[in-house]
C-alpha cells in the first residue's frame, strides 16, 4: 500500500519455481480457523506483512470490525514483507493456509497459477466499479482472485515557492521539464529528483516514463524506450538532477525534497503525512509530465490484495470471503484512503475522494490509467524489471548509451 519500496521486497523470482512445485503438491490446504461444537465457523485467521506496530494495531482493527460483521473472530498475524511468499510456501507444504490471506499485487499471478487461491466470483464478492487496471491486478486467466481496498502510484511533488521564485510553471511536457529544472537548479540545489537505485523501485519510478511515451516492458529496445532513458540522461548530464540518484530510495528523495535540496520529486502518496509535517514546506502534487502534449499519463500501479486461499474448508473460505468485501466496501476504502494517503479502488469512491482532498486529486487522476506491472507479462515481469533498472544504471553512468542499456535489458528480459 505504502510505496514500490514494499514491493522490492518480495523478492518472488527465485521462489517462483519451488513455490509453483510446493504449492501444486500440497492442492488444498486445511484452513486453521475455529469451529463450535455444531460445526459453525466461529473464527478465521488472516496474514499479511503489516509489521509495523500502529500499521499492524489499524488493520487489525479494521479486520476485527469486518469479522465482526461476517461473524466470525479474526486471528490476525503479519510477518516481514520479505518473508511472506516463503511463509505462504511453508504453509502450503503443511496445508495451513489462513483464510485470508494480503499480496502485494504483483505476486497474486505468481500465487494464483499454482491453484493455491479461490475465485472470488464463487462467493459472490462484487469486483464492479474498479478501473481496469486495478482490477487486472487481481485477475489471472479472466478470473479476479484478489482486490485491494485502496492502491497508489506516483506523480510530481514541486515546491510552490521555488517554482514561484524563479517564474517557472509546473511542467507538462518532457521539454518543460527540462527547462524548469534547469531553472530550478541552483549551487546546493537540484531541479528534480528520482530514485534510479538497483532494484525494483527504480524500475518502478522508470515506470511512467516509459510507459507514458508508448514504450512496453514486452520489449524494451525501442525508439520510445531510449527516448524515455535520454530523458533521465539528459538531466543527469545537464546538472539538473544529481548522479546520486544511482543510490537514492524513494525515502532519501522525499528526504532531498524537505530538505530543500531539490524543487521537484517523482514520489508517491504515502509521502503526504511527513510532507505536512514541514511546517514551512508548501509542497503542490501534478501529474507527471509527457513527451508531447496529448500523451496520457500512465503509472505503475502498487497497493496489496487480498485474497481467499484455497482449503478443505468451504464455510470458513465464505467467511473470509464475507470479510474481504467488507474491507472492500466503499466505507472501508475511504476510510483506508483517508488513513494511509491512498486511493480509493472504485472509481465513484475515488471521485469523491478527490473532491474532499485536493492533495490527492493527482493520484486519482493517474490511478484511473494505472497498469498492473504484471499485466503484459505475469510471472515473467521481474526479468523485465531487473533489465528496466540495470539499464537505467548503465546509461545514467555513462556506461552505455540508452539504446546499448536497453539492448542488454531485452537479453535480460528474455533470458537470452
Given at each position: 500500500m505504502r510505496s514500490a519500496a514494499i514491493s522490492a521486497r518480495r523478492?518472488?523470482?527465485?521462489?517462483?519455481?519451488?513455490?509453483a512445485l510446493a504449492l501444486t503438491a500440497a492442492g488444498c490446504g486445511g484452513g486453521t480457523g475455529s469451529a463450535s461444537a455444531d460445526g459453525k465457523v466461529t473464527s478465521i485467521t488472516a496474514l499479511d506483512y503489516y509489521t509495523d506496530t500502529a500499521e499492524h494495531a489499524q488493520w487489525g482493527a479494521r479486520l476485527t470490525a469486518?469479522?465482526?460483521?461476517?461473524?466470525?473472530?479474526v486471528e490476525?498475524?503479519?510477518?516481514?514483507?520479505?518473508?511472506?511468499?516463503?511463509?505462504?510456501?511453508?504453509?502450503?507444504?503443511?496445508?495451513?493456509?489462513?483464510?485470508?490471506?494480503?499480496?502485494?499485487?504483483?505476486?497474486?499471478q505468481q500465487i494464483a497459477q499454482t491453484g493455491a487461491l479461490t475465485p472470488l466470483d464463487a462467493y459472490g464478492v462484487d469486483a464492479?466499479?474498479?478501473?481496469?487496471?486495478i482490477r487486472s491486478a487481481g485477475t489471472y486467466r479472466g478470473k479476479v482472485y484478489g482486490l485491494a481496498p485502496t492502491v497508489s502510484t506516483v506523480a510530481l511533488f514541486y515546491n510552490k515557492d521555488m517554482l514561484a521564485e524563479a517564474g517557472v510553471a509546473v511542467?507538462?511536457?518532457?521539454?518543460?521539464?527540462?527547462?524548469?529544472?534547469?531553472?530550478?537548479?541552483?549551487?546546493?540545489?537540484?531541479?528534480?529528483a528520482v530514485?534510479?537505485?538497483?532494484?525494483?523501485?527504480?524500475?518502478w519510478q522508470f515506470l511512467p516514463f516509459l510507459w507514458s511515451n508508448g514504450g512496453d516492458e514486452t520489449r524494451l529496445d525501442t525508439p520510445q524506450a531510449a527516448q524515455a532513458l535520454q530523458l533521465w540522461v539528459d538531466l543527469v548530464r545537464s546538472g539538473s538532477m544529481s548522479q546520486s540518484v544511482l543510490n537514492w530510495t524513494q525515502a532519501d528523495v522525499h528526504d532531498q525534497f524537505v530538505a530543500g535540496r531539490t524543487a521537484m520529486m517523482v514520489n508517491g502518496p504515502w509521502r503526504i503525512s511527513e510532507l505536512d509535517k514541514?511546517?514551512?514546506?508548501?509542497?503542490?502534487v501534478a501529474p507527471l509530465p509527457v513527451r508531447e502534449a496529448g500523451q496520457t499519463v500512465v503509472t505503475p500501479l502498487g497497493g496489496e490484495v487480498w485474497t481467499v486461499p484455497q482449503n478443505s474448508s468451504k464455510a470458513r473460505q465464505k467467511k473470509a470471503a464475507q470479510v474481504l468485501a467488507c474491507l472492500n466496501d466503499s466505507r472501508s476504502m475511504l476510510a483506508l484512503a483517508r488513513q494511509y494517503h491512498t486511493v480509493p479502488s472504485r472509481t465513484a469512491v475515488a471521485s469523491r475522494y478527490a473532491r474532499e482532498v485536493p492533495s490527492m486529486a493527482a493520484f486519482v487522476r493517474s490511478v484511473e490509467r494505472a497498469r498492473a506491472r504484471t499485466g503484459r507479462l505475469g510471472v515473467k515481469w521481474p526479468r523485465a524489471a531487473t533489465g528496466i533498472y540495470t539499464a537505467v544504471q548503465a546509461a545514467l553512468t555513462g556506461e552505455q548509451t540508452p539504446q546499448e542499456a536497453l539492448r542488454h535489458a531485452q537479453r535480460i528480459a528474455t533470458g537470452s
Open positions: 523478492r518472488f523470482t527465485a521462489l517462483a519455481g519451488t513455490v469486518c469479522g465482526k460483521r461476517a461473524g466470525v473472530t490476525h498475524r503479519s510477518v516481514p514483507g520479505a518473508s511472506l511468499v516463503p511463509q505462504v510456501l511453508r504453509q502450503a507444504s503443511s496445508r495451513t493456509l489462513p483464510d485470508l490471506l494480503m499480496l502485494d499485487n504483483p505476486d497474486l464492479g466499479g474498479y478501473a481496469e487496471g511542467p507538462r511536457t518532457w521539454a518543460e521539464l527540462r527547462k524548469a529544472a534547469a531553472e530550478l537548479t541552483r549551487p546546493g540545489r537540484y531541479g528534480m530514485d534510479a537505485n538497483a532494484t525494483f523501485e527504480g524500475t514541514a511546517a514551512t514546506l508548501h509542497w503542490g
